[in-house]
Each structure stands twice: as C-alpha cells, then as structure tokens.
C-alpha cells in the first residue's frame, strides 16, 4: 500500500488548506483512513478519521474547522482545514488502517500504512 500526501504550505492564521491523500496497492474503499500530525517535540497525534462508511470522528482541538472526506472513486482521502491557527502547524501524516471493517479507528496503532508527511505552517 503507497499513500502520498500533497496540499501543504504556509499560510496566514484563519486562512484554508486542503490536503489531499492518493492511496494505491489495495482495495481503498474497505478500508478506514485517517489524519495524524507531529510538531516538532511532540509525539504523532490523531486530527481525524473516516470509516469506509464515511462516518467521521475529529480530535477536539479541530472539531468545526476541519473537514474529512473521501472519494472512493479516485482512492483519495482529504482534509480540508479552515480557520487554521499557528498551532495547527506540523507535518500532517495520512493513515490506512489496517483492518478491512466498517470501524472507525483513532489509535496510531490501528493504522499499518502511512504516507511520507506534508508540512503545514500557519504564521501568526
């Protein structure tokens, strides 16, 4: 399984990102997927998640301003951020879970792919 992430960059505090994560090597739409970042010291840690049923779940710093989806059709998952603040900056990792179920997963662990990251950075 590859996941490659695009979308990052810089922007200004309250201004939108959307990132974007193509998955191959398996088939996408039985599978959950998810959104973690890093900052730099901290440990990895879950933004969002998607089942394959499309339900959602979102950590809660970013409940209202962040947006998972995803379309089967082209094996990409998304993230779209808005209202983005300087402590939204990290290198944002996207996920693929490991196990084939309607589930909807928030644990580093329960995820056994992940792409290369993308760098977000929103200057105050």
């Known amino acids: 399984v590859q996941l490659v992430e695009s979308g990052g960059g810089l922007v200004q505090a309250g201004g939108s990102l959307r990132l974007s994560c193509a998955a191959s090597?398996?088939?996408?739409?039985?599978?959950?997927m998810g959104w973690f970042r890093q900052a730099p010291g901290e440990e990895r840690e879950f933004v969002a998640a998607?089942?394959?049923?499309?339900?959602?779940r979102y950590t809660d710093s970013v409940l209202g301003r962040f947006t998972i989806s995803r379309d089967n059709t082209k094996n990409t998952v998304y993230l779209q951020m808005n209202s983005l603040k300087p402590e939204d900056t990290a290198v944002y990792y996207c996920?693929?879970?490991?196990?084939?179920?309607?589930?909807?997963?928030?644990?580093?662990?329960?995820?056994?792919?992940w792409g290369q990251g993308t760098q977000v950075t929103v200057s105050s």
């Open positions: 090597g398996r088939t996408f739409s039985n599978y959950g």
């Open positions: 996920a693929a879970a490991s196990a084939s179920s309607g589930s909807i997963w928030l644990r580093r662990n329960d995820y056994a792919y």
């Open positions: 998607i089942s394959r049923s499309a339900f959602t």
